[in-house]
Structures are given as C-alpha cells and as structure tokens.
C-alpha cells in the first residue's frame, strides 16, 4: 500500500494534497473506500450487497469508457 507524507493535522485541502499523490490505481482504490464510507453514513442500514451495488453505480468510467462515449456522441452530432 503507498504511504502519503502527512501534517498530524490537515484541513481539506491538504488532505486534497495528499490525494493526489497517489498512483492511479491506489486512488481508485482509495475512492472506492470512500464511497463505501460515504454511503454508509447516509444509509447505514444497507445489506452489504446494497452497499457494493451503490459502488458499483457512483463509480467513474475510465478512460476507455470515456472516449467510447465521446465516439458516440460525435456521431450523433454528425
């Protein structure tokens, strides 16, 4: 797991900061955790299942996705 040099205090943007120091696939792992965390606090009573269906649709399309999604979008404006 990829350390983050930290202040023992950190405001937002700091943590922000910190963030983005890590590797691609450490930060998607590090949003994953986030959302989990994040969706448990605003529906603590969701089965686990419900818990990893709601990640599964607030993730972010990669970049493959991304320019797919572009392609089609140009022909339709063609």
Do not use: C, H, W
Not at 5 to 15: A, G, I, T
Not at 21 to 49: C, G, H, I, M, W
Not at 57 to 76: A, H, M, P
């Amino acid at each position: 797991m990829p350390t983050i040099n930290l202040q023992s205090q950190l405001s937002e943007n700091d943590l922000l900061e910190a963030i983005k120091q890590l590797p691609p696939e450490a930060l998607e792992a590090f949003t994953d955790k986030v959302l989990a965390l994040r969706a448990q606090q605003y529906a603590p009573n969701l089965s686990q299942k419900e818990s990893e269906l709601f990640l599964i649709v607030n993730r972010s399309l990669g970049d493959r996705e991304i320019l797919k999604y572009r392609e089609l979008v140009q022909t339709e404006n063609i």
